[in-house]
């Protein structure tokens, strides 16, 4: 409580989380992980929802979930499966470290997601907010579950001017959710400040007509929504100019499997020469993919020799592999869409 003591004065603490509470009740949205406590799907889609959109996340999550439907099955798969069905999604350490947590879950807990907090947390890729999430939705702990949403609706509402994005300022909100959350309904207290996040207290224009808790909010009764949350800028994303060399041969293309650590780590992709002066081959067209931290300025070249450490791979063999979002936009590009 020291943390945010200052932040409570004068505050109805019972009012927001009540108001919240109901809110959520009667305003969620309909999400297929809302539908079920199984803790392990519940894990997934928080892995899912990780930097990514809730409207892509949805067919991935019944597609994960239908063929991997208990920690067992996704234990024992081939990690090469188990990129396929993550293909598309993304940051691909999620489901890397997904994996070797559950394995651990089916070794160590009979394939029971285990609910005491230390337990959880010391799992492979299981951060706080992981560990919150789960621990509240799935076993109705009263853990806090802190994420961007979280962070800018408590900024807001309890004109908190910490830098969110200092690691150490988690800790303040973690003590400042520890101090509303519910403990009757813990699962739906730690949705609702998400939910209000995701669909009201939007990072721009805020619809704070539409908000349950505007009558306690410190941002509303100042007009200093848009100084909320503070957040220091990240530095210049670092942009990379590479050359992807396409070559086939009697049906099948060149392709080489990146290496088991660092980004990307196990997909197929054609190979990427860093751009030099000279082209390479006869220009197809270029494309663009940005990651969180950088970005890759792709121009795509069919080539006349097969590329050194590639495979040649036939079509249904080919489609059988994981591969990146970069890589799935350069095969729109040399199909023409």
Same mark, same amino acid.
């Given at each position: ?26 305003? !969620? ?8 406590? +199984? ?15 809730? =409207? ?27 990129? &396929? ?11 890397? +470290?997904?994996?070797?947590?559950? !394995? ?5 807990? =009979? ?10 947390? $010391? ?30 609706? @408590? ?11 200092? %690691? ?13 959350? =519910?403990?009757?309904?813990? $699962?739906?207290?730690? !949705?609702? @400040? ?11 224009? %805020? ?6 808790? +505007? ?7 100042? $007009?200093?929504?848009?100084? @909320? ?11 990379? !100019?590479? =050359? ?43 494309? &663009? ?26 079509? $249904?063999?080919?489609?059988?592999? %994981? ?15």
């Amino acid at each position: 409580m020291t943390l945010v003591k200052e932040y409570f004065t004068n505050f109805n603490k019972q009012h927001f989380t009540t108001e919240l509470v109901q809110w959520f009740l009667r305003e !969620q949205r309909q999400l297929p992980w809302r539908e079920t406590k +199984n803790p392990y799907h519940i894990w997934i889609s928080e892995i899912m929802l990780q930097q990514t959109r809730v =409207d892509t996340v949805i067919p991935y999550y019944h597609r994960f979930t239908e063929r991997f439907p208990t920690p067992h099955d996704l234990a024992s798969a081939d990690q090469s499966e188990v990129l &396929k069905y993550w293909e598309g999604l993304g940051y691909y350490s999620r489901v890397k +470290n997904l994996q070797i947590a559950v !394995q651990e879950v089916v070794e160590k807990y =009979d394939g029971i997601v285990p609910d005491e907090k230390e337990r959880f947390e $010391s799992l492979r890729g299981v951060g706080p907010y992981t560990t919150g999430a789960v621990l509240s939705i799935a076993y109705g702990h009263p853990e806090p579950a802190v994420d961007g949403n979280v962070m800018r609706v @408590l900024s807001r509402v309890l004109g908190i001017y910490d830098d969110i994005a200092a %690691p150490k300022t988690r800790k303040v909100f973690e003590a400042a959710v520890h101090e509303l959350i =519910d403990h009757a309904d813990p $699962s739906s207290f730690n !949705q609702g @400040l998400m939910e209000l996040g995701a669909m009201v207290c939007t990072p721009k224009s %805020p619809m704070c007509g539409l908000c349950p808790v +505007n009558d306690v909010c410190f941002a509303y009764d100042r $007009s200093v929504q848009a100084e @909320l949350p503070v957040k220091t800028k990240k530095g210049k994303t670092q942009t990379i !100019q590479y =050359d992807a060399l396409v070559y086939e041969e009697d049906g099948r293309v060149a392709v080489m499997k990146r290496p088991d650590t660092g980004l990307l780590a196990g997909m197929w992709q054609y190979p990427l020469v860093e751009t030099m002066d000279d082209q390479p081959g006869t220009l197809v067209g270029s494309i &663009k993919h940005i990651f969180s931290h950088r970005i890759w300025d792709i121009t795509v070249y069919r080539v006349e020799t097969q590329p050194a450490e590639t495979v040649l791979m036939d079509e $249904s063999t080919y489609a059988k592999q %994981p591969i990146s979002v970069a890589q799935m936009k350069i095969d729109r590009l040399l199909k023409g869409e």
